[in-house]
């Protein structure tokens, strides 16, 4: 970093000089060992895309859209063609009007699910609010428990991995689909594997070839060369203000799956009699595309800017979830504070690196769909954009925070610098742990 730089980040940005020294130096650490990596799988994922736009054979006329119930709106039937060859499935649903990536889910067991079925997760509890969909959690209506359909949570065992024995065990002749969370949600284990998810789901199809596996794929897209759907997956869920829609869709979800699944779960988006066939898209097919098109460069940054982030903090005496030398298989980064005034602290600090809203201060607050309190940092472009640069946690002990996106590694950099840089000028980083 030149003298230059470093003028602007202290006079205008108020970053100690301390600060910068310590970040960098855990910086010139990662990118001599670790940053490789994530290159590679980088351009992996850009030519898997490139090659599906390609074979979809898409043109410019494919960015028009129509009106009223958009009959043959073929950007629409395009980006579903496209998300069906890059995740390797038969079918996909790719829509503007899912708002997020619980509902994205939601659509997916509320189309394949009927009263008297049962939802078995393997992977512990959902994240919370799916908890308050399935009716585990809060007093809503129309949840999954009030439709008449059951559910079971096996834990992970103590290793953080799934149980399969005991998985196998609880699976009952009610049981008709199986949910795997990738991502490791408000919890402090890691993010699953594509390869531990593919040995679950080899288990399980030996056991019973008729049960369905749905994986909740948010955070985790492009963090690998493969997808849960090439291997095995029956159907799998996630939100396009996350890793796909590279920080450029303006909403949307989609669901990626086996053909005969993306038609129930289209009529239940739609009607039955209608399922894929209308919809419009709104103009947002270029955007739709062309962020998918950027999403494994977008992750890419996200990733090396988590590794600093989980550098820098670990250096520092914080418990961090994943660890540096862990396979990652999300984009988030735990930090366990120990305090709530050190998680507010934190979030606070990735707020003021925002392009967005930078001189709001976020302060936690009963969320929907929340049962704690939570702060939430997100100056993004987009509302809610967890590929965007941002930061989130529940105020429960341990006050875990947790970090993900960032469009560039320079935002990335500056956000780790501005949360650090605010705890340390509140006094709860002490200055002599700012060696290296």
Known sequence: ??????????????????????VSSKEKILKDKY?????ITKE???????????????????????????????????????????????????????????????????GILRPGDELLSITGSPYDTLQKVIGVKGNEKGTFIEYGI???????????????????????????????????GYSDRKALTVDEIRVAIKSIKSFNKNLIIMVDNCYGEFIETLEPTNVGADIVAGSLIKNPGGGMSLSGGYVVG???????????????????????????????????FLAPMIVGEALKGALLTALVYKDLGFRIVPDINDKRSDIIQGIEFQSREKAIK???GI??????????????????GYEDEVIMAAG?????????????????????????????????????????????????????????
């Open 258 to 292: 086996r053909e005969d699944l993306i038609e129930l779960v289209a009529n239940r988006s739609t009607a039955p009699g209608i399922g894929k066939e209308c919809g419009l898209t709104f103009g947002t097919t270029r955007n739709t595309l062309q962020g998918l």
């Open 346 to 348: 934190f979030c606070q």
């Open 44 to 110: 992996h994922n850009q030519y898997k895309i490139i090659h599906a736009m390609q074979k979809a054979r898409l043109n410019a006329t494919h960015f028009n859209w129509t009106t009223g119930y958009g009959y043959d709106d073929v950007g629409r039937e395009k980006v579903e063609e496209i998300y069906s060859y890059v995740f390797g499935t038969e079918d996909a649903l790719v829509r503007p009007t899912i708002v997020s990536g619980t509902h994205a889910i939601t659509l997916t067991l509320s």
């Open 380 to 436: 993004a472009f987009v509302q809610g954009s967890s590929i965007e640069l941002s930061a989130d946690g529940p105020m429960r002990d341990p006050y875990f925070s947790y970090y993900q996106g960032g469009l560039t590694y320079s935002h990335c950099k500056l956000g780790v610098m501005m949360s650090l840089n605010n705890l340390y000028k509140n006094n709860l980083i002490e200055k002599e742990k700012l060696v290296f």
């Open 35 to 39: 940053f490789s990596n994530i290159e």
């Open 1 to 22: 970093m030149d003298k230059d730089t470093v003028n602007i980040l202290c006079k205008q940005f108020g970053i100690c000089n301390e600060v910068i020294d310590y």
């Open 150 to 184: 059951k559910y079971k949570e096996i834990s992970l065992d103590c290793d953080g991995k799934i149980d399969i024995n005991k998985a196998l065990a609880s699976i009952s002749d009610n049981t008709k689909v199986i949910l795997i969370q990738r991502s490791t």
């Open 351 to 368: 707020q003021s690196a925002s392009p967005v809203d930078s001189y709001v201060t976020p302060e936690p607050w009963e969320m929907p």
